[in-house]
């Protein structure tokens, strides 16, 4: 996916942010108090699934601040806080996504200069950038890298309890294999199949699948908050009337009227639809959160 651009949802964030880093910081002297003998480490992940794997890695040695949290709020409209600074500034070590889907978190980290903290960008270990598609998490890759960089970052921050956080990696990549099966098994039977999205979400997941992603500049529209020309929306209601694709994939946390007109247009059309989302639902570990869109893109696929 190619040429996405984030700049329509992040222009308020801007100088509201930077200001409410100035406010943060403006009371904060930095110290290692946090990091005293048997003081959990401070970790900030912009992400709440990146937070996930931090605590699970790091288990009662971590104090994990996840910024983004609600899977019913867009994630694109975040706006920081005086809060959001001070808890950056605090952190032994921080991780987010990156390729300019959390802008903001490189405002933040300028303006809290710490030369003692850890910062991991997801982005940056599997070699994508600004422009590319964002979702890096729905990347089958994706997590087994930041988990591997996390757990290097706790070995050298507490080196007391490396065996722990070692045996802690071990497990988590252990339980991912699963949801790799289940992207294995799919690929065997449905290498091609078209289907469709309103937003490049899970672009990475049916890359990995096989399947064939169709109207892409569509979805970049949509992601960007701009209106698709008029000759893209026209391809679109002519794949779902046609049955031209097999799913329509939408991301929950941004629906509009013109989401929603495609949402009924693929029901009246007897297209399945899946719903996916950009934040880890509560209560859910990253590995069920996953598993479980696996299922249901799955199930719309025709698997029982």
């Not at 794949?239 to 509009?256: E, F, H, M, P, T």
């Amino acid at each position: 996916m190619k040429s996405i651009d984030h700049t329509g949802r992040v222009a308020t964030l801007s100088r509201r942010l930077l200001a409410c880093a100035s406010l943060g910081l403006a009371a904060l002297a930095f110290s290692g108090a946090a990091l005293a003998q048997n003081a959990p480490i401070p970790v900030v992940a912009a992400e709440n699934f990146y937070g996930d794997v931090v605590k699970q890695l790091g288990g009662t040695h971590v104090a994990v601040t996840s910024i983004l949290s609600n899977p019913d709020q867009d994630p694109h409209l975040f706006e920081a806080s005086p809060k959001t600074a001070r808890d950056l500034h605090r952190a032994a070590i921080v991780v987010y996504n990156g390729a300019d889907y959390d802008p903001w978190m490189e405002k933040l980290l300028a303006a809290s200069k710490n030369d003692k903290r850890v910062v991991i960008v997801a982005a940056a270990l599997v070699g994508k950038k600004a422009g590319d598609n964002p979702h890096l998490w729905y990347d089958p890759q994706t997590m087994p890298a930041v988990a591997k960089q996390v757990v290097d970052a706790l070995d050298r921050v507490d080196a007391a309890h490396k065996a722990e956080y070692d045996a802690n990696l071990a497990k988590f990549l252990t339980s991912l294999r699963p949801i790799g099966e289940k992207i294995e098994t799919l690929k065997a039977k449905h290498p091609g199949t078209a289907v469709t999205a309103t937003e490049p979400v899970a672009g990475y997941l049916c890359d990995a699948i096989g399947l064939t992603m169709r109207n892409a500049r569509f979805q970049l529209s949509v992601m960007n908050d701009t209106e698709p020309a008029a000759s893209d929306i026209a391809a679109f209601e002519q794949d779902l009337r046609g049955k031209q694709v097999r799913v329509l994939i939408y991301n929950a946390q941004a629906v509009s009227k013109l989401t929603q007109r495609m949402l009924a247009l693929a029901k009246q059309s007897h297209v399945p639809t899946v719903s996916v989302t950009e934040t880890e639902p509560a209560g859910k570990t990253y590995q069920q959160w996953m598993s479980a869109q696996v299922d249901a893109l799955a199930q719309a696929l025709g698997e029982h």
